[in-house]
């Protein structure tokens, strides 16, 4: 009778503490390919790991699981290549977040990529005169040099990319290095925040995209991510100085 009475009081726990359990940052998509996906999130208290996916938001029919934990990851298989999921992150018990993504390559013959809504027909718009007006083409971004050039130490990039890269959905290493140069190219441009510590070390932030990256006195760069805490940039050292400075 006294076990029968502990294993409910423990079950109990166990599903009171799932259910009040909350995500710690974004969803971050770690690795991907053509017919598969990596998913990582971190959680308040530890939790079980449940992923529930499918080909329309109202249709989560597929699922993939993992251990109990704080830090979850589980990878997805099987998918179809250049098509468009939708899924919900958490628990058996409970969805702690949701979101959607789109699977590398060419959709399989005979199959179309899955839309999240129906897209109307539109008449195409008549284009504007141009007479007597001139127009100045678009300027085109700078290149970013070569990844080697600038990111700091190359050795530390394949975990910064593994860690950070899902916070700008970039494709590769390279790409989340090309991310963090435009970056800090933006921030001489001004606009963003920026501080100055004692040994040359930059650290800026951008308050609307939430980005923060720091930069070694030479400009290459240390890291590149998105801080789960909002006051991350003013807990960090230095003193802040015109973006425009040399």
Known sequence: MFARILLTFVLGVC?????????????????????S?????????????????????DQLTERAEGGVGTAHE???????PGTKYFYAVGTARKKLAKGEFVTSGSPLAGSAPVSSS??????????????????APKPQPE???????????????????????GDFQAKDADDY??????????????GLQVKLDEDGTRRVYDPKSGGFA???????????????????????PGRLVNARTP
Not at 37 to 57: C, F, H, I, K, N
Not at 118 to 135: C, E, L, Q, R
Not at 219 to 231: A, E, L, M, Q, V
């Open 15 to 35: 599903a009171l503490t799932a259910w009040a359990a909350e995500i710690s940052g974004p969803v971050k998509i770690i690795a991907t390919t053509a017919t």
């Open 37 to 57: 996906l990596v998913l990582s999130w971190q959680t308040d208290v530890e939790t079980g790991t449940r992923v529930s996916y499918g080909a329309a938001a």
């Open 74 to 80: 589980v990878t997805l298989t099987g998918l179809k």
């Open 118 to 135: 129906p897209v109307a027909s539109t008449p195409v718009p008549k284009a504007p005169s141009v007479i007597g007006k001139i127009f």
């Open 143 to 165: 290149a970013a040099p070569p990844t080697r050039t600038t990111w700091g130490n190359m050795g530390s990039l394949a975990d910064h990319f593994a860690r950070h890269g």
């Open 177 to 190: 290095a090309r991310m963090a140069w435009q970056f800090g190219q933006q921030a001489k441009a001004g």
């Open 214 to 236: 720091a930069y070694n006195a030479d400009g290459t760069t240390k890291t590149y991510f998105k801080p789960n805490s909002r006051d991350y940039f003013a807990r960090q």
